[in-house]
């Protein structure tokens, strides 16, 4: 199983910025997909979720509203697009399938003026 996000950088606050996971060695249509972030000194947080179809998503009510889960099991990818972003959202964000406890080597987002 291999798990590599993208998309990281560093954004003022307000910018938008547009996470991708690329997942391969398990049959990624037949998984819910998660997203995940660690703030320094925090534990590691779930942000939003996907079903395997993509036809359900759930959110952190600290994100809701915002960040944008979706997938495309075509190219085995799942995103996260993250508007309005706020300086709490400084975090390094991982990508997970559920039910499988892999993780990839996360993607930093730092939000700061």
């Known amino acids: 199983v291999r798990l590599v996000e993208s998309g990281g950088g560093l954004v003022q606050p307000g910018g938008s910025l547009r996470l991708s996971c690329a997942a391969s060695g398990f049959t990624f249509r037949n998984y819910g997909m998660r997203w995940y972030r660690q703030a320094p000194g925090k534990e590691r947080e779930l942000v939003a979720q996907?079903?395997?179809?993509?036809?359900?998503?759930n959110y952190a009510d600290s994100v809701k509203g915002r960040f944008t889960i979706s997938r495309d099991n075509a190219k085995s990818t799942v995103y996260l697009q993250m508007n309005s972003l706020k300086s709490e959202d400084t975090a390094v964000y991982y990508c997970?399938?559920?039910?499988?406890?892999?993780w990839g080597q996360g993607t930093q987002v730092t939000v700061s003026s």
């Open positions: 996907i079903t395997s179809a993509g036809g359900s998503t």
């Open positions: 997970k399938p559920m039910a499988l406890d892999y």
